[in-house]
């Protein structure tokens, strides 16, 4: 028997933009990704834009007796910018209630609430004006921050900011998954920037309306693994590390920017703009804890014709397929479940042992009605066999003294993807869009309610 510390936090994540539905009803505004589908519904699959989430709007009470049914002591999920604040400067009362009595419920289930502030969706009034492209969105960013925490404090004791920020500077500035859907390096490190800011500036309100509870940011780590010690070879796994991990890591924990990316962005004429007393915020305002979503490795090796100065992070370091890879089709990822270890193991030596909990790790696979039993319920062994594997090596990392305190799955319902849609699940409920958002526990939840109550596996 694998056993976890006393009180560990066994739950599941989500976000309002995948869950909630309704994206532009009960006083809501739009997002890019709301404005994104108006403009190009056919980058969506299937058609299936943000109002095709999974109903928890409607839904959540219902979800939250479901949480209880397969064991969840905490959950994670965000509000919605453009729910609680559409315009960006006047509260939408009927979010207030909405998300205050989501809350409580949660509460009265016993299931203790992290609730985050920005999973990806930008006001589009903001966006307007150039998003996290403009200094301006760390002060709205800020006053929305202040106004959650005051609006729900009583409520939430663990609140994070964002949700993978590097995912929104790269996809939206590099690689064409969100929108603005453009390529250019110099702005993608500025919008890093200001996104690291606005983290910083809302930690520095929490501090003063909340002290008592807590706050940190969730990261996707790993430290990136080189295809050989060719000194090509580590020098871009080194890139690597400074860019996708270091770049939030090292502010938000250590309290200050790696030098070695700043050299690394001089060196390519890539420094953002910047203020005098920045240096001094990010070393006021550190994190509690730290988020980690773990899904796969990151595999490096040197780029064979980099441009100078670099144009893309792919001049810095290129993408390398492992021989000896397994792999989900359903993503086309690796599954490489020591990383995770590996992962625990560098908060623990150089992140001064913060305390940190896995805040994603799951199995997207495609068409799982294919494994539907005579008794209806999804057959999702793969999906089981996944966690088992990755909390074996979380496990590992605890013994050796890694301050893990949970493990949270991506997802608890079936949710909306972006631009992938429903394409791939990753539930523990299934959701069937067509007949009302009816939710149907796999065998998941099952072994996962038997997890809960044993501890351990």
């Known amino acids: 028997m694998i056993k976890f510390p006393e009180h560990f936090m066994w739950g599941a994540a989500t976000s309002a933009p995948q869950s909630e539905g309704y994206s532009l009803s009960y006083g809501k505004s739009a997002s890019t990704w709301d404005k994104w589908f108006e403009m190009q519904p056919d980058k969506f699959n299937s058609n299936q834009g943000p109002d095709t989430a999974s109903d928890t709007y409607r839904l959540y009470r219902e979800d939250v007796e479901n949480m209880q049914k397969i064991g969840l002591n905490s959950f994670r999920t965000s509000i919605a910018w453009t729910r609680l604040i559409p315009d960006g400067k ?218 100078f100065p670099a144009q893309t992070p792919g001049d810095l370091y290129a993408n390398y397929i492992w021989p000896e890879r397994k792999i989900n089709p359903y993503r086309g990822w690796e599954i490489y479940p020591e990383a995770l270890y590996d992962v625990a193991m560098m908060m623990k030596n150089e992140y001064r042992n913060i305390p940190w909990y896995v805040s994603e790790n799951g199995m997207g696979v495609a068409d799982e009605e294919r494994f539907m039993g005579e008794d209806g319920q999804i057959q999702d062994d793969y999906r089981i066999e996944f966690m088992q594997a990755h909390l074996t090596q979380l496990h590992r990392a605890i013994e050796a003294g890694s301050s893990c305190f949970g493990y949270h799955t991506w997802t608890f319902n079936d949710c909306w993807s972006w631009l992938n849609g429903y394409r791939n699940r990753y539930g523990f409920y299934r959701v069937d869009l067509a007949h009302g958002a009816k939710r149907a526990m796999k065998k998941s939840g099952r072994w996962y309610r038997e997890l809960s109550a044993n501890n351990g596996f």
């Not at 993608?188 to 309100?205: P, R």
């Open 90 to 307: 006047h509260v939408n009362q009927v979010a207030v209630d909405f998300y205050r009595d989501y809350f409580k419920c949660l509460r009265d289930a016993g299931i203790t609430p992290i609730i985050n502030l920005f999973h990806f969706d930008m006001p589009w009034w903001l966006m307007e004006k150039g998003g996290w492209e403009t200094r301006e969105s760390v002060e709205a960013f800020a006053c929305y921050a202040k106004t959650a925490f005051e609006l729900f404090g009583d409520l939430v004791d663990r609140w994070t900011t964002f949700n993978e920020p590097i995912v929104h500077i790269e996809c939206g500035y590099l690689t064409g998954y969100h929108y603005p859907d453009i390529v250019d390096f110099k702005k993608a490190v500025q919008v890093g920037y200001h996104t690291l800011m606005a983290h910083t500036a809302a930690v520095a309100e929490f501090k003063k309306v909340k002290p008592d509870g807590q706050i940190g940011i969730i990261l996707n780590i790993t430290p990136a693994y080189a295809k050989s010690d060719a000194p090509e070879d580590l020098a871009a796994k080194q890139n690597a590390d400074l860019l996708l991990a270091k770049s939030f890591l090292d502010p938000t924990v250590l309290g200050v920017i790696p030098g070695a990316l700043v050299t690394l962005l001089k060196q390519h004429e890539l420094l953002p703009k910047t203020k005098k007393d920045d240096r001094q915020l990010i070393a006021d305002n550190c994190v509690d804890f730290i988020g980690v979503n773990y899904y796969q490795p990151l595999r490096v090796q040197a780029p064979e014709k980099p441009q």
